[in-house]
């Protein structure tokens, strides 16, 4: 095991600096003035955008510029913006708010989700399959911002059983509704994934050999059936965790969430292309690490499973 996880590491190596790369390249490389706009409806004085070239290390070759910042990035400053606001302290404060959002998001996609996986998976076609066939189609066919506008209104302007603006401090029981729209098409895919694998599993040998044995009716089904049919769902949710947090600028719009979301949507309206980075660097080490936990979760969950 430890030389599976040393290996895996060294893997993302490579993924990591190419990744970044080719988002720096993205972002810096963009034609035109990069200070257009930055000093209002006048042109930036020169002592200013010689400041900021320097700053910047706008005259060095790609190349240069990418591992200077990368460098920087190592020991953990994430650059200034062009008003010398550390990206870092931007970061900071706005990351736990989505990253609380996103967990909310997780935890209603895996209990609504694989729960209504487990149950019509089991239970195979019926009422209740049907229904949650019909509901998970309409969670797929709408989109998130449209979810959560249609929950706000409902929710928060005619019931009021919710302000339909999150607050500032932005608490657990306020972001039940906003994860539920952001999680929404997940929970529908989850849901979804997670039948069709209880059905394809429910004819395997292990569980005919589980129930030929004599086992308990509760430990075939959550000893040998659950426990091998969750994988591909794992799988899903780990990965998925990354995409939320990206995805996340659409439900902290509609909801008001000062979070990741609405500063890269600021960093992407004001042309703030440190912002943009530094988040978009940070969200491709969530990808990284939920890979990396999702493989090792691999072996716990299915003991066949070696990486030796």
């Known amino acids: 095991m430890i030389r599976y996880v040393l290996r895996r590491l060294l893997q993302l190596i490579p993924v990591f600096f190419g990744t970044t790369f080719l988002i720096y390249t993205l972002v810096w490389s963009i034609p035109g003035d990069p200070f257009a706009g930055k000093c209002g409806q006048v042109k930036c004085p020169q002592t200013f955008v010689d400041k900021m070239t320097e700053r910047y290390h706008l005259n060095d070759s790609l190349f240069e510029q990418y591992f200077k910042y990368i460098g920087k990035l190592l020991t953990g400053d994430f650059g200034e913006t062009f008003n010398e606001i550390p990206v870092g302290d931007l970061i900071g404060d706005a990351y736990p708010v989505t990253l609380r959002l996103a967990l909310v998001a997780i935890c209603i996609e895996a209990l609504i989700g694989v729960g209504a996986g487990v149950l019509t998976g089991l239970r195979g076609r019926g009422f209740l399959d049907n229904l949650v066939l019909m509901s998970t189609l309409f969670l797929i066919s709408l989109p998130v911002f449209v979810t959560g506008i249609v929950l706000q209104i409902v929710l928060g302007t005619e019931w009021g059983i919710i302000t339909p603006s999150v607050s500032a401090d932005a608490t657990i029981g306020e972001l039940i509704v906003p994860g539920f729209a952001l999680g929404s098409l ?72 000062n979070g990741i979301g609405g500063l890269i949507f600021q960093g992407i309206q004001n042309q703030e292309s440190a912002t943009v980075t530094g988040i978009v660097v940070l969200l491709v080490l969530v990808y990284l690490f939920m890979s990396l936990v999702v493989d090792l979760l691999y072996a716990v969950l299915d003991p066949r499973i070696r990486y030796d």
């Not at 849901?191 to 308990?216: C, H």
């Not at 969750?230 to 947090?245: C, H, K, N, Q, W």
């Not at 995805?247 to 909801?255: S, Y």
């Open 186 to 257: 997940s929970m529908a895919y989850i849901a979804r994934l997670t039948r069709t694998s209880i059905a394809e599993n429910r004819r395997a040998d292990f569980v005919r050999t589980a129930i030929a044995k004599g086992q308990p009716h509760r430990r075939v089904v959550w000893v040998h059936l659950l426990r091998n049919s969750v994988i591909p769902v794992i799988t899903f949710i780990g990965i998925d965790l990354g995409a939320l947090m990206g995805g996340a600028i659409v439900t902290e719009g509609v909801f008001n969430i």
